[in-house]
């Protein structure tokens, strides 16, 4: 089983940038798709971002089309998130996670292993 570590979360004003690291144990081609995830308090987890193996197609959330921007780096095991624009509804806690085949980046649960997040503050 892969293990995921996030990094790069912050507290940031609005329309700051900042640019979010999922660092993997073993290579995330191995998987069908990997995404990113947030959870903010009293709500439920929610999709913000997938890619598939082959770098297509990704998946965005409607809240952050065109502010954010999911990568990754197949050579290192990473997966980032470029997060721009940022609101004070993007406040939560990211999570990267990985994906079998049919797994849709609309319904978390067709996730697993889960890292431990990482919290993105946005306020002024």
């Known amino acids: 089983q892969v293990q995921l570590v996030e990094s790069g979360g912050d507290l940031v004003q609005p329309g700051a940038s900042l640019r979010l690291s999922c660092a993997a144990s073993?290579?995330?081609?191995?998987?069908?798709?990997v995404g990113w995830f947030r959870q903010a308090p009293g709500k439920e987890r929610e999709g913000v971002a997938c890619?598939?193996?082959?770098?297509?197609?990704?998946t965005y959330a409607d809240s952050v089309k065109g502010r954010f921007t999911i990568a990754r780096d197949a050579d290192k095991n990473t997966l980032v998130l470029q997060m721009d624009n940022l609101k004070p509804e993007d406040t939560a806690v990211y999570y990267c996670?990985?994906?079998?085949?049919?797994?849709?980046?609309?319904?978390?649960?067709?996730?697993?292993?889960w890292g431990q997040g990482t919290q993105v503050t946005v306020s002024s």
């Open positions: 996670a990985v994906g079998g085949y049919g797994s849709r980046c609309t319904n978390f649960r067709h996730f697993g292993a």
């Open positions: 890619i598939s193996s082959g770098g297509a197609p990704t």
């Open positions: 073993k290579s995330i081609l191995d998987y069908y798709v």
